[in-house]
């Protein structure tokens, strides 16, 4: 999962194996939820989204899961490829507004060959 | 294709001087904002700006400072009152930002580095 330091979470996977992200938040008022991508020295690129009222929603080859009880937030990548390698991390705000995104500090995901 | 152009992608500073950090966007958003990035670490709102020649203070705004005379443009100036700014800047915008949750659209970020 993600947490606040000089280290960033490591994740390696096999190619062709399913990744999964977490993403832990502590704010109960959150309501939208933005997963991002980024690869190096690059910014980060949207990936999918979920509003608070789901728990689940999917894209192609990834999921986004919420458990708003435990307030814990996880992207799933079907069938990972050298292209998913990157860091990704979780944003989240209880206002709706872009100005109030808070950003994880992220995971790094390797996929091995 | 729209996007975010920012420039330089790579600049080094001297301490003591002022450098300015580009953002274009030829995305017809409203909302343009700074980030830093710095390693291990999320992103941190430095400023942002909902309409043009209006903008207000992030969470990190002190030795940072911003124009926005166009809807296009949205440069930030890295002063030497900054104590640490070696860091990766990513310039975004978005629909506006005060009504309904927007994805942010990113530029691919400004590498500052302090000699």
């Known amino acids: 999962g993600e947490s606040v330091g000089l280290h960033l979470p490591t994740l390696s996977v096999q190619e062709g194996d399913n990744s999964i992200i977490n993403c832990a938040y502590s704010?109960?008022?959150?309501?939208?939820f933005i997963w991002y991508k980024q690869e190096s020295g690059k910014g980060p690129q949207f990936i999918i989204d979920?509003?608070?009222?789901?728990d689940k929603r999917q894209g192609q080859r990834v999921t986004v899961l919420l458990n708003k009880t435990v307030k814990h937030l996880s992207l799933q990548i079907a069938a990972t490829q050298p292209g998913d390698s990157a860091v990704y991390f979780c944003a989240e705000t209880s206002s709706g507004s872009a100005r109030q995104l808070t950003f994880g500090s992220g995971t790094q995901l390797t996929v091995l060959p | 294709d729209g996007g975010i152009t920012q420039s330089p992608k790579y600049l080094f500073r001297k301490e003591g001087q002022n450098v300015t950090l580009s953002c274009e966007q030829n995305l017809n958003h409203d909302a343009m904002y700074w980030y830093r990035q710095d390693p291990g670490q999320g992103l941190r709102l430095i400023y942002y700006s909902q309409i043009v020649n209006d903008f207000q203070k992030g969470d990190i705004a002190e030795g940072y400072s911003v124009s926005r005379e166009k809807k296009e443009s949205f440069p930030l100036t890295v002063t030497s009152a900054q104590k640490n700014p070696t860091a990766f800047y990513l310039c975004a915008s978005s629909w506006d930002s005060s009504s309904g949750a927007n994805v942010l659209t990113f530029g691919a970020g400004s590498r500052l580095t302090v000699l």
């Open positions: 979920i509003r608070s009222n789901m």
């Open positions: 704010n109960s008022a959150s309501d939208y």
